[in-house]
């Protein structure tokens, strides 16, 4: 990131920030969720890793592309699971009446946050350079060598 501009950087490190928060978040919940609803447990410890590698990725990568598109499917596949979870339910009766103060608002924030930043980072990213058009002055006329003559 030598010539990274300022927004660039913040952008990613507010990126890194939220996945880490997401990583520590997720990762206190595991045993519990574990032993609650095994299913849970495990999406919850392979997300934490997902959001992990997502992390050293936007740190160490020149084109963070991939990085920042896992990291908001990730995000956004657990804010849907957290709605439905307090909502409709998940598959095998798994149902939470509450939000889970402060894990489930702080989740929420780190997971939305991720999202805008990786949006901000899209919207701040240049134009790819079009490639140059031929140009449309009049063709030039040349004259071959030793011959005096002109050719087009």
């Known amino acids: ?7 660039e950087v913040t952008l990613r490190g507010l990126g890194v ?10 990762g206190l919940l595991v045993p519990d969720h574990l ?15 997902v959001m992990l590698v ?6 160490a990568l020149k084109r963070p592309m991939a990085a ?3 990291g908001a499917v990730v995000s956004l596949g657990m804010i849907v699971g957290f709605l439905l979870s307090r909502t409709v339910g998940l598959p095998y009766g798994y149902y939470e009446p509450g939000w889970e103060p402060p894990y489930g608002p702080l989740s929420l924030i780190v997971e939305g ?3 805008l930043a990786f949006l901000a980072w899209l919207g701040e990213r240049p134009a790819p350079r079009a490639a140059p058009r031929p140009s449309k002055t009049p063709d030039r006329v040349r004259t071959a060598p030793g011959s005096g003559e002109r050719t087009r």
Request: proline share 0%; net charge negative; hydrophobic share 60%.
């Open 54 to 59: 997502v992390a050293a990725a936007l740190v």
């Open 1 to 7: 990131m030598n010539s990274a501009s300022v927004t």
């Open 68 to 70: 920042w598109l896992t």
């Open 17 to 26: 920030c939220c996945a880490l928060g997401n990583v520590v978040l997720h």
């Open 35 to 49: 032993e609650e609803k095994f299913y849970i447990g495990v999406l919850f410890a392979v997300g934490s890793v």
């Open 113 to 115: 946050l991720f999202v």
